[in-house]
T-cell receptor, first 115, second 113 residues
Framework: AQSVTQLDSHVSVSEGTPVLLRCNYS??????LFWYVQHPNKGLQLLLK??????LVKGINGFEAEFKKSETSFHLTKPSAHMSDAAEYFC?????????????FGRGTQLTVWP | DGGITQSPKYLFRKEGQNVTLSCEQN?????MYWYRQDPGQGLRLIYY???????QKGDIAEGYSVSREKKESFPLTVTSAQKNPTAFYLC????????????FGSGTRLTVV
């Protein structure tokens, strides 16, 4: 079975400070892991994805995530927050060994950035 | 440019009415999906289709129906049997059935009045 737990429903940071959004996963197969961002009333935009290559994955807008199999984690980080980063973020897992292409979503983390 | 188009962006429905949400893609993707989004619950899978004329129920299919008569189109009907239809609905497609290369539409917000 596949599942994702996002450990914080809300995270607040000041502009210019680091961002950490935490995600743990469970997967019966070798997982593919993704982070998506959603701005209000918009669709989802892919930030980055892990598909068994390098464990440190760099994405768009300065975000990166590290796949840690021993900890079953895939936390999202950014060294310096910008006001435009304020949005909802979803950690997502799919099962590469499965014949199905469905994604399993975490409940989301709302990121607030204070000036 | 290729992408997924969902329409309408906002939709209001009276109780007891069926409504159909449109999803069209010109990416030549085989697989298409419908997700429902509620605050604090992430996205939950309603239906998915891996090929034309075939579709499967997801986790919350009750009160919904779909069709896949063309590769490009995957409309979702919210029926009167769906007791709590007010939500944000997202359509997605993927390049193949392994779940990689997902593209999402911009969503339809359905409100029951």
């Amino acid at each position: 079975a596949q599942s994702v737990t996002q450990l914080d429903s809300h995270v607040s940071v000041s502009e210019g400070t680091p961002v950490l959004l935490r995600c743990n996963y469970s997967s019966s197969y070798s997982p593919s892991l993704f982070w998506y961002v959603q701005h209000p009333n918009k669709g989802l935009q892919l930030l980055l994805k892990y598909t068994s290559a390098a464990t440190l994955v760099k994405g768009i807008n300065g975000f990166e995530a590290e796949f840690k199999k021993s900890e079953t984690s895939f936390h999202l980080t950014k060294p310096s927050a910008h006001m435009s980063d304020a949005a909802e973020y979803f950690c997502v897992v799919s099962a590469r060994g499965s014949t199905l292409g469905r994604l399993y979503f975490g409940r989301g983390t709302q990121l607030t950035v204070w000036p | 440019d290729g992408g997924i188009t969902q329409s309408p962006k906002y939709l209001f429905r009276k109780e007891g009415q069926n409504v159909t949400l449109s999803c069209e893609q010109n990416l030549n993707h085989d697989a298409m999906y419908w997700y429902r989004q509620d605050p604090g619950q992430g996205l939950r899978l309603i239906y998915y289709s891996q090929i034309v004329n075939d579709f499967q129920k997801g986790d919350i299919a009750e009160g919904y129906s779909v069709s896949r008569e063309k590769k490009e189109s995957f409309p979702l009907t919210v029926t009167s049997a769906q007791k709590n239809p007010t939500a944000f609905y997202l359509c997605a497609s993927s390049i193949e059935s392994k779940g990689h290369g997902y593209t999402f539409g911009s969503g339809t917000r359905l409100t029951v009045v």
